[in-house]
């Protein structure tokens, strides 16, 4: 498998420039449509190293994601500006001691960035208010810095700061909305390395798929993954934690964290869910795969799997500019409780169950989200919008239109959460609907979810991601098979596959 994966890409800085001119051009024509004027600085501050508590131990840096996205910039403690009546882009680098050539290398020159990051100069960052006193020649030219809710995490993106700040004029309100929705809509460039991360993602999960076995530990299966996307696909990052949860485990959304390790060993008969994606160049994939840990799946299995699967291909059949994501969700829970009905799990009206929210039970969290340098990118909710209140639906991370242009996970799931059955089935709302005696044998069951990463495209949608989907992909994988079988990627351009 290893000869085949991808090569890593060269990754131009244009990319970055290109980013740069995009805000600029909205920037503008915000400025002009509210007859300001069009001067003063775009500012921003890139990510500092962290250490570990109070220890000398430097966390490995990964940059700010605004900052990234407008300059490309891999090393900390940078500042960025962009003169927004000239498009002069300016990169401010930290004055390093001589002691930095000693322990962490040579120390280059302000050229060295000039020409790996295309900025029109370089400055240091003790020269800040002095450089931007010598380009405002003037007052009321305003600073603009980056201050707004990302309404996917619910916390505040935090303005840049400075020594010498206090005697600039600073906007805290303009630019924070029209650079995240720069980042909604994706560039070509963008697009070529969102799917190098999948593509990469997409192979190593078909590598773990290969050499799962029964009595393996979950984080085998998560070290496997890291391993080869780093040593094959030279991607030093994750987009977020990995997510291997086998057995009951499958039932816990976000399996993984610090408290719930990846540490259980797989037993026969488990399924797994594995939520791994790998990120190149600040770009991410968020790729989910559920098969069976020994390689073949039982009926019970088989009907939950397909269950998704036929709303992940139902979704992702009906995407095309124009559709709303809301309604998608619905699609995704209506094919599920309509499987779940022919399995006899449920009984009753489908449509009557859609009302009484019974579809949040089997699927509590979100369709999907939009993709970018954030596994979560943000933009998911415009001004006015507001969430909706409903069971299933208040998890939605984005309610807009697609557009094209748009990267957005797809990932229904289906999952038996005792948290939320027991209350249901309990209530006089939704008590007829279980029934009581297919349903017992699904406790302990976990749940599965398949999720691939979709970009938007004037016609329809491609599934930028490649991993076995139909049982008899992933059975003949299991079972030593190459991928892929018959085919490389599928297009799906107004609900028809095209090979």
């Known amino acids: 498998m290893a000869s085949s994966s991808p090569s890593p890409p060269h990754v131009p800085m244009e990319l970055h420039v290109a980013n740069r001119q995009k805000l600029l051009n909205s920037l503008r024509h915000h400025l002009t449509d509210s007859s300001r004027p069009l001067h003063g600085f775009v500012f921003l501050q890139g990510g500092e190293e962290q250490t570990r508590h109070d220890t000398d131990h430097i966390e490995l840096f990964r940059q700010e994601s605004y900052f990234a996205y407008l300059f490309g910039v891999r090393e900390p403690g940078f500042y960025g500006a962009i003169d927004i009546a000239t498009g002069e882009s300016i990169l401010f680098i930290p004055r390093l001691s001589a002691d930095y050539a000693v322990w962490l290398g040579e120390i280059k020159p302000l050229s060295y960035f000039k020409e790996r990051y295309l900025v029109s100069v370089v400055y240091y960052t003790d020269e800040i208010a002095g450089v931007l006193h010598d380009h405002f020649q003037g007052s009321g030219k305003p600073l603009f810095l980056l201050h707004g809710l990302n309404t996917d995490s619910n916390k505040y993106a935090e303005p840049a700061e400075f020594e010498g700040m206090d005697k600039f004029e600073t906007d805290l309100t303009t630019?924070?909305?029209i650079l995240t929705e720069c980042r909604v809509l994706k560039s070509e460039l963008e697009l070529a390395l969102i799917q190098y991360a999948n593509d990469i993602s997409s192979e190593a999960h078909v590598e773990v798929m290969r050499k799962t076995t029964v009595g393996m530990k979950e984080y085998q299966l998560e070290s496997m993954f890291l391993h080869h996307t780093y040593m094959y696909g030279g991607c030093r990052h994750c987009s977020y934690t990995c997510i291997c949860a086998t057995g009951d485990n499958s039932a816990v959304l976000h399996y993984g964290h610090a408290?719930?390790?990846?540490?259980?060993?797989?037993?026969?008969?488990?399924?797994?869910?594995?939520?791994?994606?790998?990120?190149?160049?600040?770009?991410?994939?968020?790729?989910?795969?559920?098969?069976?840990?020994?390689?073949?799946?039982?009926?019970?299995?088989?009907?939950i799997y397909n269950a998704v699967l036929e709303a992940h291909n139902a979704v992702?059949?009906?995407?095309?500019?124009?559709?709303?994501?809301?309604?998608?969700?619905?699609?995704?829970?209506?094919?599920?409780?309509?499987s779940l009905k022919k399995g006899s799990i449920i009984v009753g009206n489908v449509d009557d169950m859609m009302t009484e929210r019974l579809g949040a039970v089997f699927m509590p969290h979100g369709l999907g989200h939009l993709l970018g340098i954030d596994t979560h990118d943000p933009g998911g909710y415009l001004k006015g919008m507001e969430r909706r209140k409903e069971p299933g639906l208040r998890a939605l991370r984005t309610i807009r239109e697609l557009q094209e242009g748009m990267v957005i996970t797809v990932e229904p799931g289906c999952y038996f959460i005792d948290a939320l059955l027991l209350p249901a089935m309990e209530?006089?709302?939704?008590?007829?609907?279980?029934?009581?005696?297919?349903?017992?044998?699904?406790?302990?069951f976990g749940g599965v979810r398949i999720e691939s990463d979709v970009h938007v495209s004037a016609g329809g949608c491609k599934n930028m991601t490649k991993c076995p989907r139909k049982i008899s992909e992933i059975e003949a994988v299991m079972a030593g098979a190459p991928w892929p079988i018959d085919k490389t990627s599928i297009y799906l351009e107004n609900g028809r596959e095209q090979v």
Request: hydrophobic fraction near 40%; charged fraction near 20%; proline fraction near 4%.
């Open 175 to 177: 630019l924070h909305p």
């Open 259 to 303: 408290a719930a390790p990846n540490d259980k060993t797989l037993e026969d008969g488990d399924m797994a869910l594995l939520d791994m994606g790998a990120e190149y160049h600040f770009y991410g994939s968020d790729i989910t795969c559920s098969f069976p840990v020994n390689g073949k799946f039982t009926g019970d299995q088989s009907l």
């Open 316 to 338: 992702i059949s009906s995407m095309k500019p124009g559709v709303n994501w809301v309604d998608m969700h619905i699609l995704a829970e209506k094919v599920i409780l309509e």
């Open 427 to 444: 209530s006089s709302n939704t008590a007829r609907f279980f029934n009581q005696e297919v349903i017992g044998r699904f406790k302990g």
